[in-house]
């Protein structure tokens, strides 16, 4: 049983071919070093995926791509091979849109994990979206029901929800704005206070100012002007192994507009 903290990575990358082109995979061998990474909007296709994609990080990855290119599409890379694997989560509206991989492991002393990366839809393009982007959280909550009735979960990704005031810097300014939409937060509230996950970042981290996206407009990112919408979402029980101080949000470099989020978790590999 390894005893030493495993480290979980998400990010969204705007693009994988872009963020391979500002160094990622150099970040992630030399800085970072995860055991897995979740990664969210890969916008490529599988044909698009070069040798070295595939194994960002020094890692093995699987993939979920939109059916449209250059849009959406998640990936999960891991050190440690799962003992399944699940592409879609059953819906099929958003399965063509590249959303959702899954690892399961069976781990030592009967622990079921299961580690999920997603890409929430955003809402902030047109109404049409944003009732999608409803239809989504209707149908995923009761996808996340089923997750936590099978055992352990840590899902990472873009929620696109920014929870609570601290979570973002201008909140005042986006009340009717998507993303931060009384419905969206009381989504949010439900997972965490009826459903019983954790939201792990903030768990170990109470601080304002701890964002990991920011506007591409008016300077939005050297201000500090953002929103924390990327998340590490866990049941209680492996949430537990979290360990406080090992949260960051790197942004010595920019890979993307949105910034990685690493947790380290002493899982009994």
Request: proline share 4%; net charge negative; glycine share 8%.
């Amino acid at each position: 049983m390894n005893s030493t903290p495993l480290r979980i990575t998400t990010l969204n990358l705007n693009g994988i071919r872009s963020a391979a082109s500002k160094g990622v995979d150099a970040w992630l061998r030399e800085h970072a070093r995860p055991d897995w990474l979740c990664v969210q909007e890969l916008k490529a296709l599988d044909t698009d995926m070069k040798p070295e994609l595939r194994t960002l990080g020094g890692l093995q990855g699987a993939f979920h791509h939109a059916e449209k290119a250059g849009y959406s599409g998640v990936g999960l890379y891991f050190r440690h091979e799962p003992d399944a694997l699940r592409i879609g989560f059953g819906a099929s509206e958003f399965d063509a849109e590249g959303r959702y991989v899954e690892a399961r492991y069976r781990l030592p002393g009967g622990m079921q994990l299961a580690l999920v990366s997603a890409y929430f839809p955003s809402g902030s393009s047109s109404e049409e979206r944003q009732q999608a982007k409803f239809r989504f959280l209707a149908v995923f909550e009761e996808h996340l029901k089923e997750l936590k009735a099978q055992g352990e979960v840590i899902l990472c990704g873009d929620v696109n929800i920014a929870h609570k005031e601290i979570d973002l810097k201008n909140w005042k300014g986006n009340l009717k704005n998507s993303g931060f939409l009384p419905e969206e937060r009381a989504w949010m509230s439900h997972v965490l206070d009826d459903l019983g996950y954790v939201d792990v970042f903030r768990a170990l981290n109470p601080n304002p100012d701890q964002y990991t996206w920011w506007s591409n407009r008016g300077q939005a990112r050297a201000k500090n002007v953002g929103w924390r919408i990327d998340y590490h979402l866990a049941t209680p029980g492996v949430a537990a192994l979290a360990q406080r101080g090992s949260e960051a949000i790197y942004t010595a470099e920019r890979f993307s507009d949105h910034a990685p989020l690493s947790i380290d978790y002493a899982l009994p590999f």
